[in-house]
């Protein structure tokens, strides 16, 4: 039962390189999202999607971009990375949007660090 | 002010111990609330949704306060194994505004 995926795990980026952090999700939910998570900080949300070919951005969403071509997944990419961007990412999702009472599936994370 | 506030913690306890944890919210117009368990380096999983009449699971009890604008969540019989950072989470209707608190680190000692 794979639920979120997201990969990789761990990545060191230099300044000014670009990647993408992969999300995919196996449970046919129309809702996924991006957040990021600073040390001792809360979850913030940089993109969401509420079904295939339909993005939005939320709270801290420059220097990030998303699409969302399939229903199961939603990659995220950096562009030109900055230290600023080092944190740890979760990619979620969820059948109905959250104000339902339905739960968020997270996945388990990747820490991406720019050097 | 922030959208969602928590206790700063950390809050270090005995096992068996009884530990409470507030979160206040500023957005009147809130409609969902949940408290989230995240383990050290893990992923946010839902510890329990929070509603208007309170609501237990366990050991855990929840309670909703409208009028004041806080949520607490209250642990009884503290166990090892329930230490980790408890996250409130509050969203006011749709996907974007799901936000959460900046969390409250729970250790429980032996």
């Known amino acids: 039962n794979a639920g979120v995926t997201q990969t990789p795990k761990f990545r060191i980026l230099k300044i000014g390189q670009s990647m993408t952090l992969q999300c995919t999700q196996d449970m046919n939910h129309n809702y996924m999202y991006w957040y990021r998570q600073d040390p001792g900080m809360g979850l913030k949300l940089i993109y969401y999607?509420?079904?295939?070919?339909?993005?939005d951005k939320g709270e801290v969403p420059n220097g990030y971009n998303v699409s969302r071509s399939t229903t199961e997944d939603f990659p995220l990419r950096l562009e030109l990375a900055a230290p600023s961007q080092t944190s740890v990412y979760f990619c979620?999702?969820?059948?109905?949007?959250?104000?339902?009472?339905?739960?968020?599936?997270f996945g388990e994370g990747s820490w991406l660090t720019v050097v | 002010r922030k959208e969602v506030e928590q206790d700063p913690g950390p809050f270090n306890v005995p096992e068996g111990a009884t530990v409470a944890f507030n979160c206040t919210y500023s957005?009147?117009?809130?409609?969902?609330f949940f408290w989230y368990r995240q383990d050290c380096r893990k992923e946010p999983k839902l510890l329990m949704s929070v509603y208007s009449s309170g609501n237990e699971d366990g050991r855990f009890t929840a309670q909703l306060n409208r009028a004041s604008q806080y949520i607490s969540l209250l642990i009884r019989d503290s166990k090892l194994s329930d230490s980790a950072t408890y996250l409130c989470v509050v969203n006011v209707g749709s996907a974007r505004q799901l936000t959460f608190g900046s969390g409250t680190q729970l250790t429980v000692l032996p």
């Open positions: 999607s509420v079904g295939a070919g339909i993005t």
């Open positions: 957005n009147s117009a809130s409609q969902s």
């Open positions: 979620a999702s969820s059948s109905l949007q959250a104000v339902s009472g339905n739960t968020i599936y």
